[in-house]
């Protein structure tokens, strides 16, 4: 890779540089520097260096280890399935793939052991997943058994013609009934584990309609028109109102008890790739979420 550093990163550590200028870490940054694989105008330098207007920083990323999975035999909510799709009720809790840190116990480790076919696409770690939520947030999540039907399903999320409406507790009282957030969405440059509202950020589009108020908190129903990481999370918390329970964009332990996000995808509508028949689910949310709705609804 091949950075040239623009006038507003001249002064920077090369450290710092190299990762607000790239999608590499600050720690990885520096391990790649001591490892001597960072050249500044062709020369070594070490992280302290002060990079200059115009500096030409190459380097080279290593491949990365490659993750495997095995088939678990974990049980799965499938609320459709057919030759080519499947329709999937997650948990809250559970990791959509397999990544750094969750190599089992994901929802990619049960498909495998109940489905005999899935798409590859995506990868050896990602079979049959055209699209994820978060793992604290519950509910209805599309499969492709196949690749010709993973094209098409992935098709649909981009041109904005499949549905997915999600239901969500926020913290405050949300005075407009309904309403739409157009903000776009970028990675955090202070913490890379969060997203955030940035200029230059991806577009991103959420409709948002007031079910019910409880003074402190407000149940939501949300609409996607985008799918950018953590979009709702990020979109609420930006207005000022994030969803309760949120570990990254919300206060801590606000909503008891404290078990992730009260944040559920509550329906999910798209076109058939091989009947073309408009499909459409909707679940109720988990029981933890209905009863600290009950809950609300008394106090």
Same mark, same amino acid.
């Given at each position: 890779?091949?950075?040239?550093?623009? !006038?507003?990163? !001249?002064? *920077?550590?090369? +450290?710092? %540089?190299?990762?607000? @200028?790239?999608?590499?870490?600050?720690?990885? !940054?520096?391990? $790649?520097?001591? %490892?001597?694989?960072? =050249?500044?105008?062709?020369?070594?330098?070490?992280?302290?260096?002060?990079? =200059?207007?115009?500096?030409?920083?190459? #380097?080279?990323?290593?491949?990365?280890?490659?993750?495997?999975?095995?088939?678990? @035999?974990?049980?799965?909510?499938?609320?459709?399935?057919? +030759?080519?799709?499947?329709?999937?009720?997650?948990?809250?809790?559970?990791?959509v793939h397999p990544s750094a840190g969750h190599q089992t116990g994901t929802l990619v480790n049960a498909l495998m052991y109940h489905m005999t076919n899935l798409s590859s696409i995506n990868g050896v770690i990602r079979p049959g997943i055209v699209h994820r939520i978060d793992k604290d947030t519950s509910g209805l999540l599309m499969v492709a058994k196949n690749d010709q039907a993973h094209e098409f399903l992935a098709a649909q999320l981009k041109a904005h013609t499949s549905k997915r409406r999600y239901l969500a507790i926020i913290h405050g009282n949300l005075l407009n009934d309904r309403g739409v957030i157009e903000a776009p969405i970028g990675r955090n440059a202070k913490d890379r584990k969060k997203q955030a509202v940035i200029?230059?950020?991806?577009? %991103? $589009?959420?409709?948002?309609?007031? $079910?019910?108020?409880?003074?402190? #908190?407000? &149940?939501?129903? $949300?609409?996607?028109?985008?799918? /950018?990481?953590?979009?709702? /999370?990020?979109?609420?918390?930006?207005?000022?109102?994030?969803?309760?329970?949120?570990?990254?964009?919300?206060?801590? @332990?606000? *909503?008891?008890? @404290?078990?992730?996000? #009260? &944040?559920?995808?509550?329906?999910?509508?798209?076109?058939?790739?091989?009947?073309?028949?408009? &499909?459409e689910f909707e679940l109720e949310p988990p029981k933890l979420f209905q009863a600290t709705l009950e809950k609300l609804r008394e106090d």
């Open positions: 890779m091949e950075i040239k550093i623009k !006038a507003q990163s !001249a002064g *920077l550590r090369l +450290d710092k %540089a190299i990762s607000d @200028n790239s999608d590499v870490s600050r720690t990885q !940054a520096n391990d $790649l520097i001591k %490892a001597d694989a960072v =050249l500044v105008n062709g020369q070594v330098k070490k992280a302290k260096y002060k990079v =200059l207007e115009n500096d030409i920083v190459s #380097f080279e990323i290593p491949e990365p280890e490659v993750l495997s999975y095995e088939a678990e @035999n974990i049980p799965l909510d499938i609320v459709y399935e057919d +030759d080519a799709v499947a329709v999937i009720n997650k948990p809250q809790g559970m990791v200029a230059g950020g991806k577009p %991103a $589009l959420t409709h948002f309609e007031v $079910l019910e108020r409880f003074g402190d #908190f407000t &149940l939501v129903s $949300l609409t996607l028109e985008t799918g /950018r990481t953590h979009q709702i /999370r990020v979109h609420m918390a930006y207005i000022g109102h994030p969803v309760a329970g949120d570990p990254l964009y919300g206060p801590k @332990n606000a *909503l008891k008890p @404290n078990q992730g996000q #009260f &944040l559920h995808a509550q329906m999910l509508g798209f076109e058939h790739p091989t009947t073309h028949e408009w &499909l």
